[in-house]
């Protein structure tokens, strides 16, 4: 059954306009009889569009290809070579998601605008003075046209183009129609511009700014230990030979005097920060400031993003950033089967339709290779083979840093000092934009040094290095590594190309092995010291000096404990390694705490309690963290302290198991109180007139102050009749969470605050359409745990593609992934899939060798691509 009947695509259509009206003032409303025309509007997208049977013809082709679709919509792929597997590749993936290809794609051009109009203006602006553009054409020209990247990419485009062009108007997306926009031409660059767009999210995390603030209000001792340090639990990728996490809980130093030299650095670089980059919008006056389509607009240093929101966003923006990914293997003397297991599982922006679109790709001899795809990607991304599966979470290595440049002209440069001599700009660019009409409506200048871009920020110049400009080889890596026949030999495929984003790469085969690697390009300072500061730029001394070699990658391979896992912390414990590679905030204890638990307590594991893992409930964070709360209140109670609030609050916080089941009534409470804690430790960070710290340091470092409970970082500066103690500040914000709770959610004696109705997991339309958006799903798991979806009023993350792989000679597999493999939401296969995830249900995964291994009933459809 469709998911949107024909009433509630017209509502849409209405609804559509009202939003232009509410973004744009008085301009022009798309047309509503172009919308709802019977014969080309959105009424023709109300119908299966999965015909039994199709057939089409693609150029370049070397000879037919065989598509059949399983029961769960995936595409099995058969051709002769690999060139027509992946053009068929193309032609599916555009015929289920030819908008988001589209979309995903001018996102890392940097030419929204073009698409969606001036609201994107900000985000477009942000992704061409990174430079992201300019890099991919870069690579492209440097691109041999008879390599094998450059024939891949080409490939890819013919598939996309040929299902593009056999569309007439009236069977265009949707979104096409209410954007009143035609399909543009699928090119090579494309695909590199997607690249880019993966690097922004997965690598692009600068840190200067925080620390510099950090300095500016408590000093540099302090602002050190609570902002540029290493975690004080460590439980690594690479694994370290103990049984057990190891921790260093000292005290952590007092806030300190302002440095003043931090504080005018800070001054300088905020000053006027809304200008950023001198921008020239055609009549001098820039656009009204608008709701962004497809991400925030940001300054290289997340500066203007951050200086436009309140408190409160800012706060959650920060709670957001910290979510990523989970995997682990499993080694055959450890599970039930005597086989190797694997299990994965991204965590990234729920959207409708899907980030990932699930395939399967045989060329006999050459390739069999199925899993997940992102479209615009000319491959499988995670997945498995006959012979290994494997999975990846984000590293959080530290891979842009700044430099304060001097320049010969602070308003118009054309050059910058070097090691005592001016050096002209290596290029200069003028960006110009444009609106879905063609209309100029503003444009850049550009400029870069030897490092990278540069940006004018505040009074300042800073120049910038980033790995994702200097990436662009990493499909040959994968190219590379479905030819493996072995774990090592796919890691080592993948290390041979691969720059960024960095990636804990993990992999079992059929033999046994287990491996994991944290693969990318990681700089090594000068002196092999910190990226946390803005460098000097006036010396070529302060350049990086080069990359951390190969094998010194946090990795292993088959380790003594029987198990790898993986959950975005700190990849190597920096007591055996102090080389420099992120700050505690760039990654999360959490979760590699509670999956090691898991995985220690459970000798003979199975693939279902893989897959249980996945949705464990289970959080190290409460078990840690939730008893200092309880301990407060009743310290407090026992004192004397008479507040029914805080009565009812212990009462309620006391009784939770600590586990996020979807019908828990604890976690909410927690959840605010912690939250509302990390507003008053912090209050040294607040600025005059706000209420929310500018930065927050890792929740790890409460496990520092709860142990110190007379810590001067409990006492809130703000109050001055009492002095605060660590038991006197969490009973407060227990007490303050569980006021506001009432307040939102009403009284929890009548109307109890289940997690499934007050924090369920949210999916929404990549054009952010309530009437094309998921209904909210309840999900057992939070924050901290290894399912920590989350849904908030700026984005929704969770658990974008689960999967579980069992080894055996004919791997078996389970997976899904919220959503469904259209994305047209008039489908009844655009939402299909959300139930099972909700639930934390996988899969099974149909892997056929031949089309003749279809039986039936397990084919959907079937579409037959030939040469032209």
């Known amino acids: 059954m469709a998911r949107f009947s024909v009433s509630a695509l017209v509502s849409l259509a209405i609804g559509l306009a009202a939003t232009w009206i509410g973004v ?65 590749l193309g032609y599916v993936v555009a015929r289920d998601r030819l908008f988001q290809l589209e979309l995903q794609s001018r996102a890392g051009e940097g030419t929204l605008t073009e698409l969606v109009d001036e609201v994107a203006l900000v985000a477009d602006q942000e992704t061409r003075r990174l430079g992201m553009p300019r890099a991919a054409q870069q690579r492209l020209a440097s691109l041999d046209t008879a390599g094998t990247l ?85 439980e690594p990728i690479q694994p370290a030979p103990r049984t057990a996490p190891r921790e260093e809980l000292t005290p952590l130093p007092a806030p300190g005097a302002p440095d003043t030299v931090a504080a005018r650095l800070v001054a300088s670089l905020t000053d006027g920060i809304d200008a950023g980059f001198a921008t020239h919008p055609p009549g001098g006056a820039a656009p009204p400031p608008a709701r962004v389509v497809a ?74 290779v199925g899993g997940v795809t992102i479209p615009g990607l000319p491959g499988v991304t995670i997945g498995f083979t006959r012979a290994f599966a494997w999975s990846f979470t984000n590293t959080g290595a530290d891979v842009m840093d700044f430099w304060r440049e001097t320049v010969n002209d602070p308003a118009r440069p054309t050059a910058y000092e070097l090691d005592g001599k001016l050096q002209p700009f290596v290029d200069t660019r003028i960006e110009t934009y444009r609106n879905k009409s063609g209309r100029i409506i503003a444009t850049d200048t550009v400029r870069y040094t030897h490092r990278g871009p540069l940006a004018k920020q505040g009074r300042e110049w800073l120049s910038m290095r980033w790995t994702v400009l200097e990436a662009g080889q990493e499909l040959l890596g994968f190219y590379a590594g479905l030819r493996a026949t072995t774990a090592q030999s796919f890691l080592d495929s993948l290390a041979t190309y691969y720059t960024a984003p960095a990636q804990n790469m993990i992999v079992a085969d059929t033999s046994g092995t287990i491996a994991i690697r944290s693969t990318g390009r990681h700089p090594i300072r000068a002196d092999s010291g910190r990226g946390s500061d803005i460098l000097d730029g006036r010396t070529r001394m302060a350049d990086w000096i080069g990359f ?278 008039a489908s009844p296969r655009y939402l299909d899939r959300l139930p099972l995830w909700g639930r934390g249900t996988l899969d099974t995964v149909f892997v056929p060798r031949t089309p003749a291994d279809f039986p039936a009933t397990a084919v959907r459809a079937r579409l037959t691509l030939r040469a032209r």
Request: hydrophobic content about 40%; proline content about 8%.
């Open 24 to 88: 744009r003032g008085a301009g022009p409303v798309p047309p509503l009889n172009a919308v709802l025309s019977p014969t080309v509007g959105l009424w023709i997208n109300a119908v299966d569009d999965l015909p039994a049977e199709a057939s089409a013809d693609i150029p370049g082709l070397t000879d037919a290809v065989q598509i059949q679709y399983d029961r769960r919509s995936v595409p099995h792929i058969f051709a002769a070579t690999d060139l027509d597997a992946i053009r068929a």
């Open 150 to 234: 450059h024939r891949v990419l080409q490939a890819y485009a013919d598939g996309i183009n040929a299902y593009r062009t056999s569309l007439s108007t009236a069977q265009y997306p949707v979104e096409y129609k209410l954007l009143q926009k035609a399909p543009r031409e699928w090119l090579p660059i494309h695909s590199l511009h997607l690249l880019n767009r993966m690097g922004y999210t997965l690598a692009h995390a600068p840190i200067e700014l925080d620390l510099l603030q950090a300095r500016a209000l408590v000093g540099e001792q302090a602002a050190r230990a609570v902002w540029d340090a290493s975690s004080p639990v460590q």
């Open 295 to 368: 991400g925030h607009g940001r300054s290289p240093l997340r500066w203007a993003r951050d200086a436009g929101l309140s408190p409160e966003d800012r706060f959650v923006q920060q709670q957001e950033r910290a979510f990523a990914s989970n995997n682990w293997a499993v080694a055959p003397a450890r599970s039930a089967s005597g086989l190797a297991l694997l299990a994965g599982d991204p965590h990234l922006e729920l959207t409708l339709p899907s980030i990932w679109y699930e395939v399967h790709l045989v060329v006999p001899g050459v390739m069999d």
């Open 548 to 825: 951390r070699p190969i094998q010194r990658y946090p990795q292993s391979v088959n380790p003594a404990q029987g198990y790898l896992a993986s959950a975005n912390q700190e990849p190597i414990d920096p007591a055996f390694d102090p080389l420099y590679l992120g700050v505690d905030p760039h990654y999360e204890i959490w979760r590699a705490l509670q999956v090691n638990r898991l995985l220690r307590a459970d000798r003979a594991v199975t693939p279902d309690a893989m897959r249980r893992y996945q949705t464990d409930p289970g959080s190290v964070r409460a078990d840690r963290l939730v008893p200092a709360f309880v301990h407060a209140a009743r310290t407090r109670l026992a004192a004397g302290d008479t507040t029914a609030t805080l009565k009812a609050a212990e009462a309620m916080l006391g009784a939770w198991d600590r586990r996020y089941t979807r019908d828990n009534t604890g976690a909410r409470l927690f959840e605010t109180a912690l939250g509302r804690a990390m507003t008053l430790i912090w209050d040294e960070f607040i600025p005059e007139g706000s209420q929310t710290p500018l930065v927050r340091p890792s929740e790890s470092r409460l496990l520092q102050l709860i142990a110190d409970s007379v810590s001067p970082w409990w006492d809130d500066r703000r109050t001055t009749d009492v002095r605060e103690d660590r038991d006197r500040l969490l009973a407060r914000a227990l007490v303050t969470a569980y006021d506001t709770l009432r307040t939102e959610f009403g009284d929890p004696t009548s109307t109890p605050w289940t997690w499934g109705r007050v924090a369920p997991a949210k999916p929404r339309h990549l054009l952010q359409l309530a009437g094309f958006a998921a209904p909210e799903v309840p999900i057992d798991g939070g924050r901290g745990t290894l399912n920590p979806s989350i849904g908030s009023r700026r984005a929704n993350f969770g658990a974008s593609w689960r999967m579980v792989v069992e080894l055996d000679r004919t791997p078996r597999i389970m997976a899904t992934y919220p959503g469904g493999q259209s994305g047209n939401p």
